[in-house]
């Protein structure tokens, strides 16, 4: 369990006024990193090859385990993979990360590999203006899930070539408004996800054989090209 030096790490960096933590080559297991309500960039050993991740994280699998908790406004990941001890249907809601603030929040990530987490990859409150880029996510339960706060919306989200198969509810995202899906993979999902009540713009994706499709109830979709 790395869940101790990894805080050390943490907690060293923030002293030290330096918001970038890097995570070498290896596999670290642990659970409940605090990150408090600093700006991290946090990123693995990046492989020449998308698919592979030279950078894993392990998240221990107990009930309602996550393996970074946050309340920061800004916070970036890139470059590893998520998995867990579990498996997706093992009923402990974990999570790789997880902000509780509201009134906004501004996350980034990119060429992140999930696989096995039962509740998922990110979980935010009042997310704006964030991007998530490259994500393949395969058995996990969401791979963003955008809940509400103090605002009635979340606003300004780009899904770029996300890929979730096998999926619980890919795309936990309803009361999402000025947002865009493009060049995005869904299949063999539960649930693709829900986008009730929102404004989407979504391009050249490919949804099928899911046993529920996309629920966009109530939602203005702009334009759809599959």
Same mark, same amino acid.
């Given at each position: ?20 933590? @890097? ?27 998308? @698919? ?49 603030? *509201? ?13 096995? /987490? ?5 979980? *935010? ?26 605002? *009635? ?12 198969i096998h999926c619980t509810n890919a795309i936990d995202m ?28 979504? *391009?050249?994706? @490919? ?6 499709? /996309? ?8 334009k759809i090209h599959n």
């Open positions: 369990d790395h869940t101790e030096s990894i805080q050390a790490y943490v907690n060293a960096m923030r002293l030290a006024g330096n918001y970038n933590l @890097y995570f070498p080559r290896g596999t670290y297991r642990f659970k409940g990193v605090n990150l408090g309500s600093d700006p991290w960039y946090i990123y693995g050993d990046r492989s020449p090859n998308g @698919y592979i991740h030279n950078t894993t994280f392990m998240i221990i699998s107990v009930l309602n385990a996550v393996g970074f908790n946050s309340s920061a406004r800004n916070i970036a990941f890139s470059d590893f993979g998520a998995v867990s001890t579990g498996t997706v249907s093992d009923g402990f809601n974990v999570y790789l990360f997880k902000n509780l603030i *509201t009134n906004g929040q501004f996350i980034n990530a990119e060429r992140i590999y999930g696989y096995g /987490l039962s509740g998922g990859l990110f979980d *935010t409150i009042d997310l704006i203006d964030s991007t998530f880029e490259q994500i393949h996510a395969d058995y996990v339960g969401s791979i963003v899930k955008a809940r509400l706060g103090l605002w *009635t919306r979340n606003t300004t989200i780009h899904l770029i070539k996300v890929y979730g309803p009361n999402t408004t000025e947002s865009k899906m493009d060049g995005c993979i869904f299949e063999f999902c539960d649930k693709v996800g829900n986008i009730k009540n929102g404004k989407w713009t979504i *391009t050249d994706c @490919y949804i099928e054989n899911n046993v529920v499709s /996309l629920d966009g109830t109530d939602s203005q979709l702009i």
